[in-house]
């Protein structure tokens, strides 16, 4: 996935369920991240990243 534009995101969910994963505050957009999260297929080449359903999913910078 190095190179393309895929949506991360946090949801709304019941933590006790779905555990919150972590977002780096210092991120600024045009920031290079990397994210580790559930990938979902939205359609042909076209992912989001979702970062609920463990504590161990992120978005930091790249450099970390």
């Known amino acids: 996935m190095a190179g393309r534009e895929i949506s991360a995101y946090l949801t709304s969910a019941n933590p006790d369920e779905y555990p919150p994963g972590f977002i780096d505050p210092e ?27 463990s504590e161990e999913y992120y978005i930091k910078p790249a450099s970390s």
């Open 27 to 53: 991120i600024v957009a045009g920031d290079h991240v990397a994210v580790y999260g559930l990938l979902k297929t939205i359609g042909p080449g076209d992912y989001d990243i979702l970062l609920v359903g």
